[in-house]
C-alpha cells in the first residue's frame, strides 16, 4: 500500500502500509511494478487507501516482493540492510514447508512479468508469513503492526485468472519445492576420442522428481556438446524437461568431465530489512542458493589402420610372405609384361601349327 503519498493517492497495499495518524511522509516516490489492485482495502485502525495492492514493487531497479504485511511501502530508492533468515511479522520461524515454497517461488516467479502471477506471489507470501495466530489479530480494531492479513478476503476479490495462478503457484510449490539435488551421470561404455555419447544430466525435487524448465549451466573439459545450432561448444546453458536431460558430448581428450552449476531453492528464504523502522521488510530472489555437480569418464584414442607397403621389387634371396610377394607379383603384370606374355602365347601358337601340317604331310 502506497501510504507514503498520503491520503488523496489510491495505491492499494498487499505488502505495505503506513496506518497512524502523524505518520512520517517520505520524500521519494513509491514505484509499483507488476500486479492487480483491489477494492476496498482490508479495514484497520488508521487505514486511509481505498484499495490493496497485490504485486510487486520497484526499488533500487529491482523488482521485489514485501512480506511485512500492514507497514509502509518501500521507496523506489529505500535503504536495505542485508539479508537475514525470513521470519513471520510476529517473529516466529516459518514451518520448514513453507520457507521451502516461498523458496522456490521466489526462485521460478520472483522476476515475473505476468500481473496474475506477481498478484498471486504476493498474496501467498502475506497468507504464509503474516496470517492471524489468533481470530483477534484479523479486528479492524487493531493498528498496522497488529494487524493480520485476511487472505479469504483478499482472495475474493482478485479476478477469476489471478485466483487461478493462486492455485497454480500452490501445486507447483508443493510439488518443486526443494532442497533439489543435482547429478552428471557419464557413460558405463568405453568412450573413444572422437565419438559421441549420451551422458545424463539430472535436477530432482525433495520427492526424487525431475524438475522441468530448470537452466543449467555446462562446462565440458577435455570434450565438446552441441550449442542450439548444433556447433560443438565447450560451454552453454540447457533447459530441463519432464525427464533427465541427455547431452551428447565428444571427448577430445582421454579425461572428459563435465559440470553443471544451476540456482536451486535455499532452505530458509532470505529477507532484508528496512533502515526505516516502519517500512516493508523485502525479498527478491532471496530464496536461492547454487547447486553443483560434476562427472568424468575416461576416453581411448581411436584405433588406427595401417596398409601394408608393397616392395618395387624384391631383393635376391628375399622370401616375402605370399600375400606380399602376389601382390608384387601382380603389380607388376602391367603395361610390357602384359604384352610380352601375349606375344609368347602367339608363338607358342604357331610352332604348334607347323608341328601339326608337318605331320599331316608325312602322312
Known amino acids: 500500500m502506497s501510504r507514503r503519498l498520503r491520503a488523496g493517492l489510491t495505491?492499494?497495499?498487499?505488502?505495505?502500509?503506513?496506518?497512524?495518524?502523524?505518520?512520517?511522509?517520505?520524500?521519494?516516490?513509491?514505484?509499483q511494478g507488476i500486479g492487480i489492485a483491489t477494492s476496498p482495502a482490508q479495514p484497520y485502525k488508521g487505514n486511509p487507501d481505498a484499495a490493496d495492492w497485490l504485486g510487486s514493487y520497484v526499488v533500487n531497479g529491482k523488482q521485489v516482493f514485501c512480506v511485512q504485511f500492514a507497514y509502509l511501502a518501500p521507496d523506489s530508492d529505500e535503504l536495505y540492510q542485508p539479508g537475514t533468515p525470513l521470519r513471520t511479522k510476529w517473529d516466529t520461524p516459518l514451518p520448514p514447508d513453507v520457507a521451502a515454497d516461498i523458496s522456490y517461488l521466489l526462485l521460478r516467479y520472483g522476476d515475473t512479468k505476468k500481473p496474475d502471477e506477481a498478484a498471486a506471489l504476493a498474496h501467498l507470501l502475506h497468507t504464509w508469513t503474516a496470517g492471524p495466530q489468533s481470530p483477534d489479530q484479523l479486528a479492524p480494531t487493531n493498528d498496522f503492526r497488529h494487524i493480520a492479513y485476511d487472505a479469504p478476503f483478499h482472495l475474493a476479490k482478485l479476478p477469476a485468472s489471478a485466483q487461478a495462478a493462486v492455485q497454480t503457484l500452490t501445486a507447483d510449490a508443493a510439488t518443486n519445492r526443494g532442497p533439489w539435488?543435482?547429478?552428471?551421470?557419464?557413460?558405463?561404455?568405453?568412450?573413444?576420442?572422437?565419438?559421441?555419447?549420451?551422458?545424463?544430466?539430472?535436477?530432482?525435487?525433495?520427492?526424487?522428481?525431475?524438475?522441468?524448465?530448470?537452466?543449467?549451466?555446462?562446462?565440458?573439459?577435455?570434450?565438446?556438446?552441441?550449442?542450439?545450432?548444433?556447433?560443438?561448444?565447450?560451454?552453454?546453458?540447457?533447459?530441463?524437461?519432464?525427464?533427465?536431460?541427455?547431452?551428447?558430448?565428444?571427448?577430445?581428450?582421454?579425461?572428459?568431465?563435465?559440470?553443471?552449476?544451476l540456482a536451486s531453492p535455499a532452505e530458509v528464504p532470505t529477507v532484508q530489512q528496512a533502515v526505516q523502522l516502519d517500512a516493508q521488510r523485502i525479498v527478491s530472489t532471496g530464496g536461492e542458493k547454487q547447486l553443483a555437480a560434476s562427472g568424468q569418464a575416461s576416453a581411448s584414442p581411436p584405433p588406427t589402420t595401417t596398409t601394408p607397403q608393397l616392395p618395387s621389387q624384391i631383393p635376391a634371396g628375399g622370401s616375402p610372405d605370399a600375400p606380399v610377394a602376389q601382390a608384387a607379383m601382380s603389380s607388376t603384370l602391367s603395361g610390357g609384361a602384359i604384352a610380352g606374355l601375349l606375344g609368347a602365347l602367339v608363338l607358342a601358337g604357331l610352332v604348334l601349327w607347323q608341328l601339326v601340317l608337318r605331320r599331316r604331310e608325312r602322312v
Open 11 to 31: 495505491a492499494g497495499l498487499l505488502v505495505a502500509g503506513f496506518a497512524l495518524a502523524g505518520a512520517p511522509v517520505a520524500d521519494a516516490t513509491v514505484q
Open 181 to 261: 539435488t543435482a547429478t552428471v551421470v557419464a557413460p558405463t561404455v568405453p568412450l573413444t576420442i572422437g565419438a559421441t555419447a549420451d551422458w545424463g544430466i539430472s535436477i530432482k525435487n525433495a520427492a526424487g522428481k525431475v524438475v522441468p524448465n530448470v537452466p543449467v549451466t555446462v562446462t565440458a573439459t577435455g570434450a565438446t556438446f552441441p550449442d542450439a545450432a548444433g556447433k560443438p561448444v565447450t560451454t552453454g546453458t540447457i533447459t530441463t524437461g519432464t525427464a533427465d536431460f541427455v547431452l551428447k558430448v565428444t571427448p577430445t581428450g582421454t579425461s572428459p568431465k563435465i559440470d553443471i552449476k
